[in-house]
T-cell receptor, first 116, second 112 residues
């Protein structure tokens, strides 16, 4: 299994809603990432987990809350988002942090988020 | 800090034409270099990689050579197909892998 899966594929939410994005991989990778991608732009790193511990938080607003319940799962909890948070949210994984430097990252298909 | 610069798109080619997408980088140390491809409505896929100077990465007819002397990693393909239409991202990562730095992306359109 060389796949990263993400659910849901699309999500529409209001500014007062609470929702969660889910990501799963079964490649035994120990590093997992959340990226945000706006239209016609490269992905922007949000969070990095290594061995289920948060390693990097790129000064992301607290309305985004990541969680890594186990080595295969990564969640992104959303609360009180703004319309400008509408974007494609990508999850990725690598063998480890060093693995990203040697073998690159595996990306999921993304969740297209629209905040009304 | 580290950075990646790609040629601006869009690039429009006819089927079977030769493709070059230029990529240059600035980095301390000896980064690994990557090309990722993003098809419409999808996530990024690793296309090819090179981890040291003079390495050539190749996949699906695409090639790129890690040139330390010119700090470049240009993507080439001898004969493009309509199915190659996508956005291509050049990227670098240091050996620790803490961060991957992406270029701005180059959109490729291939006409039949």
């Amino acid at each position: 299994d060389t796949e990263v899966t993400q659910t849901p594929k699309h999500l529409v939410m209001g500014m007062t809603n609470k929702k969660s994005l889910k990501c799963e991989q079964h490649m035994g990778h120990r590093a997992m990432y959340w990226y945000k991608q706006k239209a016609k732009k490269p992905p922007e790193l949000m969070f990095v987990y290594s061995y289920e511990k948060l390693s990097i938080n790129e000064s992301v607003p607290s309305r985004f809350s990541p969680e890594c319940p186990n080595s295969s799962l990564l969640n992104l909890h959303l609360h009180a988002l703004q319309p400008e948070d509408s974007a494609l949210y990508l999850c990725a994984s690598s063998q480890g942090l060093a693995g990203a430097g040697h073998n690159g990252q595996f990306f999921g298909p993304g969740t297209r988020l629209t905040v009304l | 800090g580290d950075s990646v610069t790609q040629m601006e798109g869009p690039v429009t080619l006819s089927e079977e034409a030769f493709l070059t997408i230029n990529c240059t980088y600035t980095a301390t140390g000896y980064p690994s270099l990557f090309w990722y491809v993003q098809y419409p409505g999808e996530g990024l896929q690793l296309l090819l990689k090179a981890t040291k100077a003079d390495d050539k990465g190749s996949n699906k007819g695409f090639e790129a050579t890690y040139r330390k002397e010119t700090t470049s990693f240009h993507l080439e393909k001898g004969s493009v197909q309509v199915s190659d239409s996508a956005v291509y991202f050049c990227a670098l990562s240091d050996r620790r892998g803490f961060k991957t730095i992406f270029g701005a992306g180059t959109r490729l359109f291939v006409k039949a």
